[in-house]
C-alpha cells in the first residue's frame, strides 16, 4: 500500500471478496519516527506523544497540531557541554523500543556501561543486555 501500511490478505471464494488475514503496524505507535527524537509513544494516553523526562518539543507549533515527527530536545544542557565539573546522569525507562543505530561496546557489567557512556559526552543512552553486551547510542 502506498500509505506504509501492510496487509496480508486471503481470497474468500464464498463471499467473494478478499479479507484481511494480518495488517501492519498494528498501532499508531508502531509507525516510524511516529513521535521524533527522544519522544515516547503509548496508544492508551491522549495525544499518544510526549517527550521524555528532561526533554521538550523541538517544534511546538507542530507538536500541538499534532505532528510529533519533529521529536523533542534537552530542556537544559549537558554539564559534559558546560565542561562542568558537575556529573550528568541518565534516567532508567521500561518498555521502550530500542533506537535503530547503536554502538555496541563490550563491557563487563551494566556499570562499566553506563562509565563508557558518561566518559563520551554525545553519548545520549545506554542499555545493558546479558548475552549481548553494553549498547550506546550517541547524538
Request: one cysteine or more; proline letters at 3%; charged letters at 25%.
Amino acid at each position: 500500500r502506498w500509505d506504509g501500511n501492510e496487509e496480508q490478505l486471503s481470497w474468500d471464494e464464498g463471499e467473494n471478496e478478499w479479507s484481511v488475514i494480518q495488517s501492519q503496524p498494528e498501532s499508531e505507535c508502531e509507525v516510524y519516527n511516529k513521535c521524533g527524537a527522544f519522544g515516547k509513544c503509548s496508544v492508551t494516553d491522549s495525544p499518544i506523544c510526549s517527550c521524555m523526562d528532561g526533554f521538550v518539543p523541538k517544534f511546538m507549533d507542530q507538536w500541538n497540531r499534532g505532528n510529533w515527527s519533529g521529536g523533542c530536545v534537552r530542556r537544559t544542557q549537558l554539564q559534559c557541554e558546560r565542561n562542568s565539573s558537575l556529573i550528568d546522569g541518565f534516567v532508567h525507562v521500561e518498555g521502550v523500543k530500542l533506537p535503530d543505530f547503536l554502538d555496541s561496546v563490550g563491557s563487563e557489567d551494566i556499570k562499566e556501561c553506563e562509565d563508557k557512556c558518561l566518559q563520551n559526552c554525545s553519548c545520549s543512552a545506554y542499555a545493558f543486555v546479558s548475552g549481548i553486551s553494553c549498547m550506546i547510542w550517541k547524538g
